[in-house]
Nanobody, 123 residues
Framework: QLQASGGGLVQAGGSLRLSCAAS????????MGWFRQAPGKEREFAAA????????YYADFVKGRFTISRDNAKNTVYLQMNSLRPEDTAVYYC??????????????????WGQGTQVTSPA
């Protein structure tokens, strides 16, 4: 139901724009998030956005480099990634926030995970 795309191989310092398109149902009334998972590591929070798009939250390691946005008319969420670093290499996932028992960065609050898109920024 969520299709992430836009990943690829980019040199350190480069940029990518990820997209997350929803199909089958609308998620325009739900907060959305981007997470990432590197090999051998747990899935971690990267960014989240409110329903209106007026409020965004970022993990410390992406602040000032990544920007999350959404277009509710297109049922799509974006993640603009600039100044990529080798440590940003991971599979990036988008998800819908459906629970509020923890913070916006708690992976257990999210559902409808897509298949992810690979981002690789070699050293």
């Amino acid at each position: 139901q969520l299709q992430a795309s836009g990943g690829g191989l980019v040199q350190a310092g480069g940029s990518l724009r990820l997209s997350c398109a929803a199909s089958g149902r609308t998620f325009s009334t739900s907060p959305m998030g981007w997470f990432r998972q590197a090999p051998g590591k747990e899935r971690e929070f990267a960014a989240a956005i409110s329903v209106s798009g007026g409020t965004a939250y970022y993990a410390d390691f992406v602040k000032g480099r990544f920007t999350i946005s959404r277009d509710n008319a297109k049922n799509t969420v974006y993640l603009q990634m600039n100044s990529l670093r080798p440590e940003d290499t991971a599979v990036y996932y988008c998800a819908v926030r459906r629970r509020y028992s923890g913070g916006y960065d708690y992976v257990g609050n999210y559902d409808y995970w897509g298949q992810g898109t690979q981002v690789t920024s070699p050293a």
